[in-house]
């Protein structure tokens, strides 16, 4: 079973699952949340939501913390691969197939990035359109924006 809990921060209502110390989900107001979790704040929580704030807030540039992610093979790599990217920059889906070892995956990696369990921490809000266009995000274009600008600020 998960833990979560739900913070208001500047994005909206966020809520943090964990399982085991490890955090396993974020998810926005506007997406649906499993019934498989139970609320209850944890300490590894608290630390989750005090970094997501002091992100939001332009305070911090990295997190440290424990991830323990589901999915494919190719999702992992994936994600392990949007962890690299820096505070500030962006890259497109070619670059993050090509990082991945197939430049041919770029639709793949789409659907990889729309699969995150952890956005911002995992940041698929860096992937962009090969023509500098946003494109989809769990939370929605105006909250990728907003992230993408707060970045920006360095």
């Given at each position: 079973?998960?833990?979560?809990?739900?913070?208001?921060?500047?994005?909206?209502?966020?809520?943090?699952?964990?399982?085991?110390?490890?955090?396993?989900?974020?998810?926005?107001?506007?997406?649906?949340?499993?019934?498989?979790?139970?609320?209850?704040?944890?300490?590894?929580?608290?630390?989750?939501?005090?970094?997501?704030?002091?992100y939001l807030a332009g305070e911090l540039k990295e997190f440290d913390l424990p991830l323990a992610l589901d999915g494919t093979e190719?999702?992992?790599?994936?994600?392990?691969?949007?962890?690299?990217?820096?505070?500030?920059?962006?890259?497109?889906?070619?670059?993050?197939?090509?990082?991945?070892?197939?430049?041919?995956?770029?639709?793949?990696?789409?659907?990889?990035?729309?699969?995150?369990?952890?956005?911002?921490?995992?940041?698929?809000?860096?992937?962009?359109?090969?023509?500098?266009r946003l494109t989809g995000f769990g939370g929605g274009l105006d909250i990728k924006s907003h992230l993408l600008e707060l970045e920006?600020?360095?």
């Amino acid at each position: 079973m998960n833990n979560i809990f739900f913070y208001q921060t500047d994005i909206g209502e966020v809520g943090i699952a964990e399982n085991g110390g490890n955090i396993t989900n974020i998810f926005f107001a506007n997406e649906q949340i499993p019934r498989k979790n139970i609320v209850f704040e944890t300490d590894i929580l608290k630390e989750t939501a005090g970094q997501l704030q002091g992100y939001l807030a332009g305070e911090l540039k990295e997190f440290d913390l424990p991830l323990a992610l589901d999915g494919t093979e190719f999702m992992q790599r994936v994600w392990k691969s949007l962890l690299n990217i820096p505070y500030g920059e962006t890259r497109s889906y070619q670059q993050i197939a090509r990082s991945v070892g197939n430049i041919k995956a770029s639709r793949a990696v789409g659907h990889a990035c729309s699969r995150n369990p952890i956005p911002i921490i995992i940041p698929c809000h860096r992937v962009i359109g090969a023509n500098g266009r946003l494109t989809g995000f769990g939370g929605g274009l105006d909250i990728k924006s907003h992230l993408l600008e707060l970045e920006k600020k360095k």
